[in-house]
Structures are given as C-alpha cells and as structure tokens.
C-alpha cells in the first residue's frame, strides 16, 4: 500500500497525467476522475482525462466533463487509475500503457487486485471520491465549485443518495462541508442523476419488472432484462444501473440480482445484498467483484444459462457449501 504522503509526493513531482476509470462508468467513476483531473490542471499539471465510450449522459451536467475525451492527448508520465477494482476493467487504450509509466491506482473495492505500481486502495470508504477528497485537501490544492459538485456526485451515487450501509458521519461531514463551503445544490445533483430519465427507460423497467421472481424461500430476488427488450426500448445501459434496488426493495430478501443479456452469449449480473450475505465473493466465483452490498459479473452464457448457474450457486451458499464468508468475517480480516 502507498499512502498519502507518497502519492502526493508523485503527484507534485510529475506533470504530464492520463487519468482513467472503469468500465461501464458510474457516478464515483466520472466524479472521482473529474475532481482530481481538475484539481491538478488548477495546480497546472498536464492532464487528458479520458473516458473512450464517452461521459454517460447523465453525469454531463457536471461542469468540466466536456473537458474528457475519448483518448488521451498526450504521453503520459504517469497514468492513474481511479475506482476500479482490476487492470482488465480499466477503460483506458491500451497504447496508454506502451509509454511505461507507472501506475497509480486509486480506489475503494474490496477485490481490488492491487494492480498498480502503487496502490492507494481503501475499502473502508464509501466511495474513490472520497479518496479524492482526501488527497487534494492533504496536497494544499485549490477547490473549487466544480470539483466540489463532482465530488459531492461520486460520494452521493455511491452511497445511493446517503442510504446504505457505507453512509458514514464522515460521508454526511464531507458533503455538508462542500455544500456549506461552495454552495453547491443537492437537490439539483438528485434530480440530474435520478429524474432526467427518458419516457423509454421507464416503460423498460415496466417490463422488466415483470419479471421479477423469488428463489430461495423468498430471500433471493431476481429480475431479467432480454435483448428483446433491450431492442425494443434503446436506453443507454447506465439508465439501467439502478433498475436492480428494486429486487433489494422486497420484505425479506437477502440477495438482489439483475440479469441483462449484453450479447448472444454474454450476460452482465448485478448482485446487491442486505445484512451479512457477502456478494463480491459469489461474483467472485464468475470472474467478478466489486463490494460486500454491491457487486457485478459477466458470465459467457446465454441469458437463462447465465440464470441457472447464478441460482445454483445461491442453492448451494444457502445449503450451506462452505461458502458462508460473511461480510462480518470480511471486516474481522482486514
Ligand atoms: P453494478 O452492478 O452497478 O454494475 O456494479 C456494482 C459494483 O460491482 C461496482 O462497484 C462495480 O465496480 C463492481 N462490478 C461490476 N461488475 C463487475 C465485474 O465484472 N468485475 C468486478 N471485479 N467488479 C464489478
Ligand atoms: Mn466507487
């Protein structure tokens, strides 16, 4: 593990840096790269900040994110990665890496594979942004309102707006100091991330609610979205991303899952959790990861093969198999 001092030590000692998240970018991804590639810009740095699919369309109200590109626009000293778990989902082209600078890995997952030259890599927060935070107070930079609001953005997506387990007083303390310092509007970041929906997307998770079922007494709920569907209704996936908290939403269910068939064969899970079921471990089992109450995989298997196998690993965690690595032993380990 690098810590503080040393990152800041690289970062006030190079110039020229290519900042990247993960794959699929979510609200920590774009807010986490955002503030700390404005920040070192402010600070006069070199910075490309890249994101090659583009910035998803509902974090574009974020001031600055016409400032990332596809790809990068210059050769790096070094290249940071931020809230992402693995060098595999780094959505970074590959001839970023030909250029040998190291690699500085920022994040907040459980499964992060360590996969930096160094490593600033802290599960106990609630989101990279708050990492972020961290750093640009500790290295003296300059915030200001657009950082403050993409901060804000990564913290408050990641905590699902202040509610799950990961809502901290450190989380509450840091927002209300970025709202109180730079007067930024929460009710405007709510309402760009949650309620500039398009009619299509909710007719979709119309559909997509139906098919909602339980498994395992109850305590397992799953839902599938087809390419049908998906066809049917053209929404961006990232408009997807919260469909899946409806299967947690249900009285006594212990593991939510979302099934979207992404290909032929190929079948994007997203798996949610209450109380001690741990679901970046059963990802884990499929080649995924993420944290204890949130966590994906991909499986290469059509949509209802990739179904079964995801409900027979839960018939066997529930049977008991030696799978039963709580979340609770989880936090005893670290
Ligand atoms: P989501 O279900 O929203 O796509 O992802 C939930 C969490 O799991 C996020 O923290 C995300 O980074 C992580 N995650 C999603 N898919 C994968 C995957 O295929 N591999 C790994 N390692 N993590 C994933
Ligand atoms: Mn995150």
Known sequence: M?????????????HRFILGCHLHPDGDAIGSLLALGLALETAGKDVAMVVPGGVPVIYRFLEGTE????????????IIA?????????????????????????????????????NHVFPE???????????????GF??????????????????????????????FALAAGLVATYGISPSRIAEEVYEERSYDSLRLLGEVLS??????????????????????????????ENFVNSTISIRGVEVGLFFKEVGPEETKVSWRSKIAVDVSRLAAHFGGGGHARAAGCTIKAPLAQAIDQVLLLLREYY????????????????
């Open 319 to 334: 049977a008991g198999a030696g799978l039963k690595n709580t979340a609770e032993e989880e936090r005893e380990r670290v």
């Open 67 to 78: 400032k990332i590109l596809p790809a990068p626009s210059l050769t790096p000293e070094v």
């Open 125 to 139: 927060a609630a989101a990279t942004g708050e990492i972020v935070h961290d750093l640009l107070i500790g290295g």
């Open 211 to 240: 098919t909602l079922r339980l498994a395992e007494d109850g305590k397992v709920a799953w839902m599938a979205m087809s390419r049908q569907l998906m066809v049917l209704y053209p929404v961006p996936l990232e408009e997807t």
């Open 142 to 171: 300059a915030l200001d309102k657009r950082i403050a609001e993409a901060i804000y953005t990564a913290v408050a997506t990641d905590t699902g707006f202040f509610r799950f387990s990961n809502t901290s007083g450190r989380v």
């Open 82 to 118: 931020l809230d992402c778990a693995d060098r595999e989902r780094l959505l970074l082209p590959e001839t970023v890496f030909a250029s040998g600078a190291p690699v500085i890995n920022i994040d907040h997952h459980l499964s992060n594979s360590m996969f930096g030259d160094f």
């Open 2 to 14: 690098t810590g503080r001092e040393e990152i800041l030590h690289l970062l006030a000692k190079y």
